[in-house]
Structure formats: structure tokens, C-alpha cells
């Protein structure tokens, strides 16, 4: 799906959700602070509110009442479960008024609400209950082996590498299309244009290795 038509059916989801209206916040805070763009930026604007794991539950709600306040509603499954208790903890921080970026934060996070301690922790377990699953070296080595470089070096740059086993060979390709979007978005190294000294995307590498290990049997869900 196109960016543009992406964010206009997130942003309107999200709109019409029924907490207030904390997209809203933080559409405003990105249109007047200078450093709006850089907010925006922070995640791609992937994952609906509707299409977040169980999401009636507590946790979901508590994602999507305080976790888009500065920037677009964070996937579950970005990050393996030991990996959010410090993502968390630095987020809370700065909800709170004690986050690092001082100044910066300061003059945005006016009207910022923060989650009391029970609700820190519901959040927690909701997002270590879909976390990413990591790949395991054990059961598969050749993630050590140069074969494997292209994969270690383009999707270990913001999250843990993922199982390959989470999807079956034909589901990666549009899955690390997603990825490259990402890239983009986020402005990580794509190397999608060749210049010299900037590491290349080997996306044929990539997905090479991934179907080495792919799911084989249908997915269960
Ligand atoms: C007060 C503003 C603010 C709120 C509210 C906020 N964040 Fe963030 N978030 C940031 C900023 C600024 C960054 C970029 C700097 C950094 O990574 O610390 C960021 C980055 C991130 C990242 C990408 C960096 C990484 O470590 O993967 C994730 C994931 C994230 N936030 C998750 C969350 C979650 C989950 C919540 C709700 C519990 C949340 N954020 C609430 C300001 C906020
Ligand atoms: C620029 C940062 C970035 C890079 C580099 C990156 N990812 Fe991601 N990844 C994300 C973000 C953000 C999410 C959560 C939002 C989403 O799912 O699009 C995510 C989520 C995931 C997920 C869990 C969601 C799902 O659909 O299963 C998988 C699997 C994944 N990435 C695989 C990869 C692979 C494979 C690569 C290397 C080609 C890669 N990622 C590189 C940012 C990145």
C-alpha cells in the first residue's frame, strides 16, 4: 500500500477511535513544532489501530492512548520481548518530563499524558505477549556465516533479526518490501541507489537466506 493511503486510513482510524484524541495531539505537535518532522519520522505509519494484536484488550488501549502522542503507533512486534522493558522505561521517562533530548522535549510535551505504574506494567506484557520472535542461532548457524551478511547487516539495524521461520518463503518478499519502506522512512541506510562506500541492499541475498529457513507448513494464524 502506498505511504499517503496508508497514513490517511491510519490517521482516520485513528481518528474516529473513542479515547480522545491523541493522534490528533500529535498531528498537531508535529504541524507546529520545528521539530515536527523528526517525530513523524520516528515510525512508519504501519500498523492500525484495529489491526493491532487482541485489540480490545487493556494493553492495546493503553498502546494507543499513550504511545502516539509524539510519533505513529508502535508495532508489537518490532522488537523481541527482552527488548521492550528498556524501550518502555526510556518512553515513560520522557512522558513523565524526565526523558534525555531536554529542551527539545520540554517545549513538546505540553498536554503529554503518562501511564501510572499499573498501567506501565499491563502495557509491558501486552507488548512482550507479541513481541518479535528472535532468530536462533543455535537452530540456525549459518547466520554467522558470510552466506548470511547481507540479512546481519540490513535487519539488525533497529530491531533484533527475526525468526525466518515466521513466514513461509512466498510471504518475505512483501515483508521485506515493508522492510525497505521502513528504511526509507526512517531514514536508515537503503543503498538502493549504488554509491560508492554505502553498503548496498543485497535484497536478493536477503530473501535468499530467508527461504533457506522459511516456514514451511501454512501458518497457524
Ligand atoms: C513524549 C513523546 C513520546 C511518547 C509519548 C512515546 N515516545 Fe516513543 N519515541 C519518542 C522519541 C523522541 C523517540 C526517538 C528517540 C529514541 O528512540 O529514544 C521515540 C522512539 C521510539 C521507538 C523507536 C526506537 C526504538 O528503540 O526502537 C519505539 C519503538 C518507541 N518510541 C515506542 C514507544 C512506546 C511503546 C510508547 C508508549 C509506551 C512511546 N514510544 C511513547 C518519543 C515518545
Ligand atoms: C529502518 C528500520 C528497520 C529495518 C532496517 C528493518 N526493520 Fe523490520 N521492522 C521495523 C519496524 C518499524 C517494524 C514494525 C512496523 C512494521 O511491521 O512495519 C518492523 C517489524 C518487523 C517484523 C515484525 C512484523 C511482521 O510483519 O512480522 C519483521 C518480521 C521484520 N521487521 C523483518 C525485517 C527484516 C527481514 C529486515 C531486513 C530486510 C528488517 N525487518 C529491517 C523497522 C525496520
Not at 120 to 134: M, N, V
Not at 178 to 186: C, G, S, T
Not at 192 to 198: C, I, W
Amino acid at each position: 500500500m502506498k505511504r499517503a493511503a496508508a497514513l490517511a486510513v491510519f490517521l482516520a482510524a485513528a481518528a474516529s477511535a473513542a479515547f480522545g484524541d491523541p493522534l490528533e495531539q500529535a498531528r498537531r505537535r508535529w504541524a507546529e513544532s520545528p521539530h515536527g518532522e523528526m517525530l513523524e519520522r520516528i515510525l512508519p505509519p504501519t500498523v492500525a489501530p484495529e489491526r493491532l494484536p487482541e485489540p480490545q484488550s487493556a494493553g492495546a488501549r493503553l498502546l494507543v492512548r499513550y504511545c502516539v502522542q509524539c510519533h505513529h503507533l508502535p508495532n508489537p512486534a518490532m522488537h523481541e520481548a527482552r527488548r521492550w522493558p528498556p524501550v518502555v522505561e526510556r518512553m515513560v521517562l520522557r512522558m513523565r518530563g524526565k526523558g534525555n533530548l531536554g529542551p527539545l522535549m520540554a517545549d513538546l510535551m505540553a498536554g503529554v499524558a503518562s501511564p501510572s505504574d499499573e498501567e506501565k506494567a499491563q502495557l509491558l506484557a501486552y507488548l512482550r505477549r507479541h513481541a518479535l520472535a528472535p532468530l536462533d542461532p543455535r537452530r540456525v548457524p549459518e547466520v554467522a556465516a558470510p552466506s548470511a551478511e547481507a540479512f546481519r547487516l540490513a535487519c539488525s539495524q533497529c530491531h533484533a533479526l527475526p525468526d525466518p521461520a515466521r513466514y513461509r518463503a512466498e510471504e518475505w518478499p512483501r515483508v521485506v518490501a515493508r522492510m525497505q519502506e521502513n528504511m526509507e522512512w526512517m531514514n536508515r541506510v537503503i543503498g538502493t541507489q549504488p554509491a560508492r562506500g554505502e553498503p548496498q541492499l543485497r535484497v536478493a541475498d536477503i530473501l535468499a537466506f530467508l527461504s533457506r529457513y522459511a516456514r514451511r507448513e501454512p501458518r497457524a494464524r
